[in-house]
């Protein structure tokens, strides 16, 4: 034997030796891996969403984005939901700043499903960019959650996976209608002035129709673009002698049309906006705030209860309304407005979901999102699941509040209607 | 009907004269160098972001920021100008148009960059009074007061003033007034330096009375520009008075036809002024 194959023969034992040693490791990692996932270790689910950081949607969107953050760390702190195999799974929040922009939404949420890699999808704030999100969802077969929109025509496009926190926009008026003919008997007319977006439309197209069936007549019906900042056009086109003044759209438009009513003196005894009212920074525009009526997904001063489920025969879940909003105004020093609360609601639906389903597998959720039928601090929540509406939201009601003066002399939020969940009697506007 | 076109006219008459003080700026400057200044909207949301940070972080009152406002714009005229326009100001007019197009688009940038699209809203609140059937806003009516003191003051300044009457003579024959011993390079930076503070001030006083955005100014721009037609092209003082012509269109249009419509009336109104007068409603005729 020569020295050179001796040495030959010995590099190729060590390479072997080599060989074995890193299969071994690889082999033993896949078993801790698999031990791990047997145990539920680390088992994490990213939950993907935008947030319109910027943009004429960012007030109500901060506080969608609040209460799912929130949801987000009361439920991983309390150990994640646990699934059928005996593992736990907890949530992480990816998410970019639309701008307010729908054309930024598609983008984003493409990247959120195949670069992010999220299991869920939460809808980002108004219908207008949920409908962007939505369609990529429904491409991609992931269920996405719309905590901030209420426009139904997003659930008679045939989607399967979308499903509705908010009661619809054909529903948002209709308790305005009625709260005015209970203040006020003899209102015999009204006038609309809507945003002319998807939500708004919505809203007032089904308002006008619901007003007709009621005899109120609306003597004047006209929209303005998105982004408007003068509403003195509208103003002025105004019938003198209106009972009420009816509309909006979002924050930025709602408060600002509020703010010109008052600044012109507008004589009319009740007005109700759509979306701006309920959010506390509303009281900000002082009084011009007084007395404006607004329709609300959900309030601190809301009644829903384990005893109200009871009743009603349904199963209760999650915080009741004291634990979300104390937890709330702990994490954030504010107020807790009904964005927030869809915002935490959002995130509770698809806990409650996954748990029943005991998988993260989009179909098994599916069809326990399709099977839910809850109360929670928000208020009930079940799912339409014809084909014609699926995923509509049905069993969610609205409140109606009212920014009134308190004993202090403070403006303060009332809940004025329904009358059986009322705080405060509603009160006619007096300018 | 009467109460409405009587509310209507008063709102856009007061409007009016706040569009025709930032026309004016673009007006001097087209009048003065013959460029059309498109960073004039930028300008615009510039005013409206210096009044609104003094009131937010100082408390100062809009109205007593407007020197500020007016000072910001001054300036960010004069570094426009010797930054990208001075360079093109002999070139074809589509190279000043080019470089001012630019500006717009660094200053918007920026803006969105740092300032974001959120909606900003100056609460200063001046009140309201009721005249018959009339109710005259305060914000309104200060805005027009200070938007008319203004049109007065570069009035004077032109006419009286021996700037102004360089600036008038560099507008009028660039060759003839360096001959006469005018430098006409400053002259035309500080003619560009009061277009933009006209623009920005007038930016501010629109803060005043409606919210506004880091893109507000480019809805405002296409105003200026009908105006600038309308009231003939290198005419400041006719600016102004198309402002009214303007405003008062845009207010009493809406009593007749939906709102919406108000844009295609206005622009429809520049068209027919540049087919049957192109040298605007108080040009000269022939220039």
Known sequence: MNVGSAVMRRARLGLSAIMVLAGLCVALAGCEKKAERAAGAGKEAVIGFTASQTGKLNVESARQINGLNLWIEQVNAAGGVQLADGSRVRFAAKYYDDESNKERVQALYTKLVTEDQAAFLISPYSSGLTDAAAMIAEQYGKIIITAGAASDS???????????????????????????????????TAALVCEKDKFAAEVCAAAEKYAKNTGLKIAFNEGYDSGAADF??????????????????????????????????????????????????????????????????????????????????????????????AAYRTKFAEEPSYHAAGGYAAGLALQQAIAAAG??????????????????????????????????????????????????????KQVVWPEEVKSAPAMSLAR | MLRQCAASLLDGLLLGCVYGAAAMGLNLIWGVMKVINLSHGALMTAGMFVVYGLFAAAGLNPY????????????????IYWVAVHRVIDAPELASLLATFAVNM?????????????????????????????????????????????????????????????????????????????????????????????????GALIATIFPFTIASGAAYEPKSFVICVLGGLGNPLGALAAGLLLGAAEGLAPVFLPVGWTPALEFGLFVLVLVVRPTGLFGKSGT
């Open chain 1, 154 to 188: 997003t659930h008679g496009k045939g989607y399967g996976s979308v499903y509705q926190i908010y009661t619809p926009a054909s529903r948002y008026l209709t308790g305005a209608f009625d709260l005015l003919a209970r203040l006020d008997p003899k209102a015999r």
């Open chain 1, 232 to 325: 003195a056009p509208f103003i002025n086109k105004i019938p003198p002698g209106v009972a009420a003044v009816m509309g909006g759209g979002h924050f930025a438009d709602g408060a600002t049309f509020a703010k010109q009513l008052f600044e012109k003196r507008v004589a009319a005894k009740f007005i109700s906006l759509l979306v701006a009212p309920p959010e506390p920074k509303f009281a900000e525009l002082g009084d011009a705030a007084r007395g404006v009526v607004g329709p609300s997904q959900w309030e601190p001063l809301a009644k829903y209860s384990a005893d109200l489920a009871r009743a009603a025969g349904i199963e209760w879940f999650g915080p009741s309304v004291a634990e979300f909003a």
């Open chain 1, 359 to 412: 998988s993260l597998d989009s179909s098994k959720v599916k069809v326990a999102l399709d099977a839910l039928n809850v109360m929670t601090f928000f208020g009930r929540l079940h799912f339409a699941t014809g084909a014609a509406e699926h995923g509509l939201q049905t069993g969610h009601e609205m409140v109606y509040i009212q920014w009134q003066t308190d004993g202090q002399g403070q403006l303060a």
């Open chain 2, 64 to 79: 007593l920021a407007l020197p500020v406002a007016a000072l910001a714009g001054w300036l960010l005229g004069l570094a």
């Open chain 2, 106 to 202: 660094i200053l918007v940038g920026l803006g969105t960059w740092l300032l974001t699209g959120t909606p900003r809203n100056i609460d200063c609140d001046l009140g309201a009074w009721r005249l018959g059937p009339l109710v005259i806003q305060g914000n309104r009516l200060a805005a027009a007061g200070a938007a008319v003191v203004l049109a007065g003051a570069l009035f004077l300044f032109l006419r009286r003033t021996t700037l102004g009457k360089a600036i008038r003579a560099t507008a009028d024959n660039r060759g003839a007034a360096e001959l006469m011993g005018i430098a006409t390079s400053r002259t035309l930076a500080l003619s560009f330096g009061l277009g933009a503070m006209l623009a920005c001030t007038a």
